[in-house]
């Protein structure tokens, strides 16, 4: 369990984390006294609306003050972690930083002091004159009617969904009894539940004695370390299987909240408990979209990922299915077009447009891969025999060098360099043996050939480095081309190989100096740019090559490897040998 904080008082925390609402969302405001945050007043408000106020322990957020905004809820009032606000913080909230001439809905989840703070608050509104409704939200199904006795349902990351709702309709218009009206209803058609692999950790207190053991998952545990239905071993797609049936099965008479029928559209929501990775929780959706659709045939019409409710860094998620009704729930609203409708409030982070669903195409995109090796032909030439003989030349100076960089490289560096080198030439070589179809004489078209095989068989740094230096090449080789046929010379492979080299600094910080193969290649390409003479320029390489044995490494292999003094003035950096091994071998043939 984390229990390392970067606050190490909560109550400090928490005021922060409320404060940081205003600065995140401009249109709202904090009475940091009685921990409320509302809408400013002097922003702008539709006028006669019903206000929603909602509230409850901190450890949850971005519920519930995140909650707060156009669109969603008018003010929210915190308590402690994991404690209920006093009834008089909600009361100041509700007849003092919310507008209340058309009522005002007080709608917390459901635990025992949420309720009687909140209810008390409600009684005081109404001594005050307000109109006033209260609903205490419980979604949660985890633990059944049986064993959960007088503690009831519990609100869980459904409440988001409730919030919103409510909220959209008091903002579309809805009047306090159509508002309270909808609370009830979406959740009598809303089911969450759970599941955790571990309790939470509440900054300033100790460690909590039950751990979850490391091979278990415990299954509908409440959002303040509550227990749950059950523990069970972790096998993901059985879990699923099991929270799916606590939420949909009609015939599990402890738990059957909700019915369906085949034409039922839902809405689902994948809510982060707070500590599960995005990548977990994302895996998390799909398992659960997977079984919903393969076992229940249910294709939610919206599909919510994110964190809505949590339980500070609790390492669970709960899912939550909301069924719609397509009747007016007030103000001419559908409850899909209330989740739908914007909402400016930090924890209502749904990002795809109404839209975008509504035109949702179900047939998989075909995929299309364009085959690169009959890229655009070119107009540059070189028989085919030339390549054969020259390159074939280079790649056996390669190959036969390959014992000795493999016994530098098992001195400076891993070992593997020689390997590496050896195992490419062979598959170049392989291919000019036997291309398939014919090689041709377009030389751009023999490069990308070449490029294929380097990125397939070549891995490591040096296999990408030598992809990257191959592609920018012929990419330097078409560059040159005018439009009529023309020889690859000597001069259009020396402006191509500067290309390449320009391309490749790009990419990798080696230069000239840090003991790496850009020590024979740069040499080999400035040559042969200024001089034009292969010779010259292969002799440059074996030079570069001849300086690295006093280099000290910087980059590549060599840095990694202790003891320097033992070898340092004797041995040349293995990669930079097998290239110009290999230039000096094509450049003979030539
Ligand atoms: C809320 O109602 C009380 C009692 O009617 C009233 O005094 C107060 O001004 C109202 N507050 C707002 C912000 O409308
Ligand atoms: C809410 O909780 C109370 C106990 O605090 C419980 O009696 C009640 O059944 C719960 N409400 C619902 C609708 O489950």
Not at 22 to 48: G, Q
Not at 78 to 93: D, N
Not at 519 to 528: I, K, Q, S
Request: negative net charge; charged residues 20%.
């Amino acid at each position: 369990m984390q229990t390392k904080h970067f606050f190490s008082d909560p109550n400090q925390l928490v005021l922060a984390a409320l404060h940081s609402l205003t600065l995140t969302n401009p249109s709202l405001a904090l009475d940091s006294h009685n921990k409320i945050v509302f809408r400013r007043p002097d922003a702008p408000r539709r006028a006669k609306k019903v206000s929603v106020v909602t509230g409850g322990g901190s450890g949850h957020e971005p519920a519930f003050a995140g909650f707060v905004g156009h669109g969603l809820c008018d003010a929210a009032v915190a308590g402690t972690i994991f404690a209920s606000p006093a009834a008089e913080q909600i009361s100041r909230a509700c007849i003092d930083r919310v507008p209340n001439d058309s009522g005002v809905l007080i709608i917390p989840n459901n635990y025992t002091g949420d309720v009687l703070h909140f209810g008390m608050a409600t009684e005081k509104c109404r001594a005050a004159g307000i109109k006033t409704e209260f609903f205490a939200m419980n979604d949660d199904v985890g633990v059944g009617r049986k064993k959960s006795g007088k503690v009831g349902r519990r609100g869980i990351g459904g409440a988001a969904l409730l919030l919103k709702l409510t909220g959209a309709l008091a903002e579309a218009g809805g009047t306090l009894d159509e508002v309270y009206a909808l609370a009830q209803f979406a959740n009598d058609n809303l089911v969450s539940i759970g599941a955790s692999l571990e309790h939470v950790h509440v900054p300033g207190r100790g460690a909590p004695e039950d751990h979850v053991a490391q091979d278990e998952v415990e299954i509908g545990m409440g959002i303040h370390n509550e227990p749950g239905s059950h523990r069970t071993k972790v096998d993901l797609v059985e879990l699923v299987s099991t929270m799916l049936r606590q939420l949909l099965d009609e015939s599990d008479k402890d738990r059957a909240y909700i019915t369906r029928t085949p034409q039922d559209k839902f809405v689902l929501l994948i809510n982060n408990l707070g500590g599960v990775s995005p990548l977990e929780l994302s895996g998390l959706t799909y398992e659960v979209y997977r079984q919903l659709e393969a076992n229940y045939q249910i294709k939610p019409v919206r599909v919510i990922q994110g964190s809505f409710l949590t339980s500070l860094n609790g390492l669970g998620f709960s899912v939550s299915l909301l069924k719609l009704s397509d009747k007016d729930v007030g103000a001419g609203q559908t409850m899909l077009q209330l989740i739908d409708a914007p909402a400016e409030a930090i924890g209502w982070s749904v990002p795809i447009n109404p839209s975008t669903w509504e035109n949702r195409i179900d047939t998989p995109v075909q995929l299309k891969d364009s085959n690169l090796d009959e890229s655009q032909p070119s107009n540059m030439k070189l028989d085919p025999s030339v390549v054969k003989k020259v390159l074939g030349a280079g790649l056996q100076a390669v190959i036969k060098a390959e014992p000795e960089v493999t016994r530098f490289d098992t001195l400076v560096g891993d070992g593997d360099c020689g390997i590496g080198l050896k195992r490419g030439a062979e598959a170049i070589q392989a291919l000019l043996d036997n291309p398939s179809p014919p090689l041709t004489d377009d030389i751009v078209s023999t490069v990308n050939r070449i490029v294929n095989v380097v990125e397939e068989v070549m891995d490591g740094t040096s296999g990408a480095i030598y992809a990257i230096f191959l592609n920018a090449l012929a990419h330097g080789l078409r560059d040159q081309d005018t439009g009529s046929p023309q020889q690859a010379t000597t001069e259009v492979w020396a402006k191509a190989i500067k290309h390449s080299i320009t391309s490749l600094g790009r990419y990798t910080p080696a230069k000239p100096g840090d003991r790496t193969l850009i020590d024979a290649l740069v040499p080999f390409g400035e040559t042969l740019f200024a001089k034009h003479d292969p010779k010259a320029a292969a002799a440059a390489a074996q030079q570069g090559t001849e300086s690295t044995k006093s280099m000290k490494a910087s980059l590549g292999r060599s840095v990694y490897v202790g003891s320097e003094g033992d070898w340092i003035g004797k041995i040349p950096d293995p990669g930079a040998y097998g290239l110009s091994e290999f230039l000096t071998g094509l450049v003979n043939a030539a």
